[in-house]
């Protein structure tokens, strides 16, 4: 079964009648008509090189030239310097034209010796604030690879911890307890017995919890599973073994004193110094409460939020419509500066791993589970519809066929009712489809949102997620060049803290389909390969379009925002499997550097990993 048929993109162009004749002149494949959603009018932006340089020139605060500049212009162009003047580029073009904008002791002249210079990048789902966290005042295990490795370093932060306090972490991988991807609590109450343990799984989606956490949560053998979550049980007694999955996990974590404002704004600065450092100057942060937007105003307030922010505010499952209120009102008191709380998440399954995920058939060997539906999907559509109409984006989770269909139903329901409006509804994570419904997204306008880094046979695919699929359904595993060819906008983002934030390994997967540090050397499903430029729109350009913000930043184009990264080398010239090894130098924001300096030189830890 082979999607790549001709047809997706011929229709593509036929319904853009006003750039058909410029992508055929230029042999475009459907990236440079990104952001066309059928029945909404969108305008890609930029457009020809040039189109509004002031080539009259004058006095810019910084021209750089020298070395391979990728515009990320809708034709994809080349250009050999760029000119700034405050926060916005004035030039793109050649060095002769950048040349009358340069006025000496005036201008700051940056020379690439070669290395490229890129529209900085943009992670279209992330959570800085509780990844920030857990680095900063958590116990994080995101590191570490074995159970015996997870219980050490427990045990090392529970003795920096003032007695009976909690111990409080995450980052712990499900492959580590293959096959069930289920920990034992008897594990860590051999490390910790005295004081409750909670630990987060790197996905967020599951909890090891010690003897004493469940003690403190009472829950006993006869505490029965919440809707929307499980509570992992020996088969023989009944007792719970110390595992929580999904709306289980607030049993306990709710016990859990929250962290202070001090905390929360450490969380985000450490969040932010990581970001910048790995190139990235705009992002979606896909779960925000009350507290979230107060540690982002916080920043803002004090000029310290170096990136731009749209904020997707948490639909509580157990509440209804009397939420929407609240969002308009959060929207309201929360887009500022370089806030906006524009975004409601819905989480509408769960994880593959441990069969969560909501499917249209069940899951192979288990008993004829299909997984978890979070939100029933009559009510779904009437959600979607309501917060459509209110002009909210809403940005989804879901990684089964099943929850991906109901979440396309309910875009479709709120079109029908409130007519196509350019809303840019996105999905995450996107793991497993049917293949009816790759089309969809472009004929609904909306926005596949993937993590590429998930995208090679790691033991979560190999071990956790394959045995459990018919061999037909596993070629519809992140379909990422499928989508692609269909037309559909895709953009990228990391989860960070859930997988590495770094947009250059995620790069490198999605090109590869094999592990970035080498962990796998034959491709997954070698057909959704895509090209590298494919792979750089969907940091840039695309996630910009998903953040409502292409018109102003996610290419190098003149009257963008200076928002630019210089990596050491040019990512076209490297090999497709060391894209990982490149290293960003310089990050700006706004014109402004927010990692590295002037001289372009590496500073010490940059790259990869907080
Ligand atoms: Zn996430």
């Not at 009510?379 to 002009?391: C, I, M, S, Y």
């Not at 969809?440 to 909306?446: P, W």
Request: aromatic content about 8%.
């Amino acid at each position: 079964m082979h999607l790549m048929t001709r047809t997706p993109f011929l229709l593509v162009v036929a319904s853009l009648a006003t750039l058909a004749p410029l992508v055929a002149a230029i042999g475009a494949t459907p990236e440079a008509v990104r952001g066309a959603a059928p029945g909404v009018q969108t305008t890609p932006s930029g457009g020809s090189m040039g189109g509004r340089n002031d080539t009259r020139g004058g006095r810019a605060d910084l021209v750089i030239h020298g070395g391979p500049i990728y515009t990320m212009d809708s034709v994809r162009t080349w250009a050999e310097a760029v000119a700034i003047k405050g926060d916005r580029i004035v030039y793109v073009g050649s060095s002769r034209g950048a040349a009358s904008w340069i006025v000496p002791d005036k201008t700051r002249v940056i020379d690439l010796q070669g290395r490229m210079l890129l529209p900085a990048f943009q992670d279209a789902h992330i959570h800085p604030i509780s990844g920030g966290l857990s680095y900063s005042v958590g116990c994080a295990v995101y590191d570490l690879v074995t159970k015996e490795a997870y219980v050490h370093k427990v045990a090392e932060c529970a003795q920096s911890r003032p007695p009976g306090a909690w111990v409080r972490g995450d980052g712990w991988a499900l492959s580590a307890f293959a096959p069930t991807g289920i920990p034992d609590r008897k594990l860590l109450d051999a490390a910790v017995p005295d004081r409750p343990v909670y630990l987060e799984s790197s996905d967020g989606h599951s909890a090891w919890v010690n003897t004493r956490a469940l003690q403190l949560a009472g829950i006993t053998r006869d505490t029965p599973d919440p809707a929307g979550g499980r509570i992992d049980r020996d088969p023989k007694t009944g007792e719970a073994v110390g595992s929580l999955q999904d709306s289980a996990m607030s049993l306990v974590s709710s016990r859990i004193p929250p962290y202070t404002r001090d905390e929360r704004r450490d969380g985000l600065h450490y969040a932010l110094r990581m970001l910048n450092r790995l190139g990235i100057t705009s992002f979606q942060d896909a779960s925000v409460g009350e507290e979230d937007l107060m540690t982002y105003r916080d920043l803002e307030e004090k000029d310290e939020l170096t990136a731009r922010v749209v904020a997707s505010l948490w639909w509580e499952r157990a509440q209804g419509m009397e939420q929407i209120p609240r969002f308009v009102d959060q929207r309201r008191r929360f887009t500022h500066g370089r806030l906006r709380a524009t975004t409601v998440k819905i989480m509408q399954d769960g994880v593959m791993e441990v069969q969560t995920a909501a499917l249209l058939k069940p899951y192979l060997g288990k008993g004829g589970q299909k997984g978890l539906t979070m939100i029933d999907p009559q009510t779904l559509k009437t959600v979607v519809t309501a917060l459509d109409k209110e002009g909210f984006q809403v940005h989804f989770h879901a990684i089964g066929d099943a929850a991906i269909r109901e979440c396309l139903d309910a875009v479709e329901a709120a079109r029908r009712a409130n007519g196509a409006r350019d809303s840019r509804h996105h999905i995450a994570h996107l793991e497993l489809f049917a293949p009816a419904d790759i089309s969809r997204f472009r004929a609904l306008g909306v926005v596949a949102n993937f993590q590429p880094l998930w995208a090679f046979a790691d033991g979560y695919i190999k071990d956790l997620t394959l045995p459990f699929l018919e061999p037909e359904r596993q070629r519809f595993i992140y379909p990422i060049r499928s989508l692609l060819a269909s037309g559909a906008v895709v953009a990228f983002g990391s989860d960070w803290s859930v997988s590495s934030a770094n947009p250059l390994e995620e790069i490198e997967v999605a090109v590869t389909r094999m592990g970035p540090a080498g962990e796998t050397r034959t491709p997954f499903i070698p057909e959704e390969r895509i090209d590298l430029r494919d792979a750089l729109a969907a940091f840039t350009l695309n996630a910009a379009y998903v953040n409502f913000q292409d018109d102003r930043t996610g290419s190098i184009e003149a009257g963008k925002l200076a928002d630019l990264v210089v990596l050491d080398h040019n990512l076209f010239a490297v090999p497709p499997g060391e894209i990982s090894n490149v290293r960003v130098l310089l990050t700006l924001l706004g014109g402004k550097p927010v990692f590295g300096d002037w001289s372009l030189n590496a500073a010490p830890g940059a790259g990869a990993g907080p």
